[in-house]
């Protein structure tokens, strides 16, 4: 009865012993939160999405591009227009004709003469192996008789129909002139007035401009 009764009363004691305590929660480490964060699994990193283009409008105006000037076209296009003009004297005025129109000069030759040909045709002269029409000029404008001495010359200038020759008293120079330069001939002129093609002023110095094919006949 004795170890009945106090197998009984340790049993009891057991029971009402108080169980084992649960462990202390785990302090944060060192670093704290942030540490803890750091140590946390990263997330996979996403491209940021583009807007996409805004459609191009077809109503746009178009641009308008001027077009490139290659340097000196203006020049160029002063000097292009710009005419030459061959002078020379013919008793005491000075005459021209388009230097365009001018083969050669040369000195003067012998020349044969025509017979019933206008006075004004000196005669012909043989030109590398071509019969060459040579024509006193003054006389073709009525002018008086020049002065043929060593300064005379033989201008040889093309026309529509063939080389002739113009005896003149001396030849002056080339002169260049606008186009606009040019003058109609002044109205009081009766002596050979159909031959001109207008007058040229050029400096202190004025020209008479022939109209080369009404001059020599053509």
Same mark, same amino acid.
């Given at each position: @009865?004795? &170890? ?29 939160? /942030? ?10 990193? %996403? ?15 178009? %641009? ?10 203006? #020049?160029? !296009?002063? *000097?292009?227009?710009?005419? /030459? ?14 230097? =365009? ?12 003469? &025509?017979? #019933?040909?206008?006075?004004?045709? *000196?005669?012909? @002269?043989?030109? $590398?192996?071509? @019969? ?6 003054? $006389?073709?404008?009525? +002018? ?9 010359? &033989? ?6 129909? /063939? ?19 040019? !003058?109609?001939?002044?109205? #009081? %002129? ?5 031959? +001109? ?6 400096? =202190?110095?004025?020209? &008479? *401009?022939? =109209? +080369? ?6």
């Amino acid at each position: @009865m004795d &170890i009945l009764a106090a197998r009984k009363k340790a049993a009891e004691k057991a029971q009402s012993r108080p169980g084992p305590e649960p462990p202390p929660p785990a302090e944060p480490g060192p670093g704290g939160p /942030e540490d803890a964060a750091a140590h946390e699994p990263e997330a996979p990193a %996403v491209a940021p999405v583009s807007p996409p283009p805004e459609p191009v409008s077809q109503t746009a105006a178009p %641009v308008a591009v001027a077009p490139d000037k290659a340097p000196g076209d203006e #020049n160029a !296009k002063e *000097l292009s227009t710009e005419l /030459e003009l061959l002078a020379f004297r013919l008793g005491g005025e000075e005459y021209a004709v388009m230097v =365009d129109d001018v083969r050669e000069v040369l000195k003067l030759r012998d020349l044969t003469s &025509i017979p #019933n040909t206008p006075e004004y045709i *000196l005669g012909v @002269m043989s030109l $590398r192996g071509t @019969m060459l029409t040579v024509i006193d000029l003054g $006389r073709r404008l009525g +002018l008086a008789p020049g002065v043929r001495d060593e300064r005379a010359r &033989i201008v040889v200038v093309g026309t529509d129909e /063939e080389d002739v020759g113009l005896m003149v008293d001396r030849v002056t120079g080339v002169l260049k002139i606008m186009p606009e330069g040019i !003058k109609p001939p002044p109205e #009081n %002129v009766e002596q050979g007035a159909e031959y +001109l093609r207008g007058i040229v002023r050029k400096d =202190d110095r004025l020209v &008479i *401009l022939l =109209d +080369l094919a009404k001059a020599v006949g053509a």
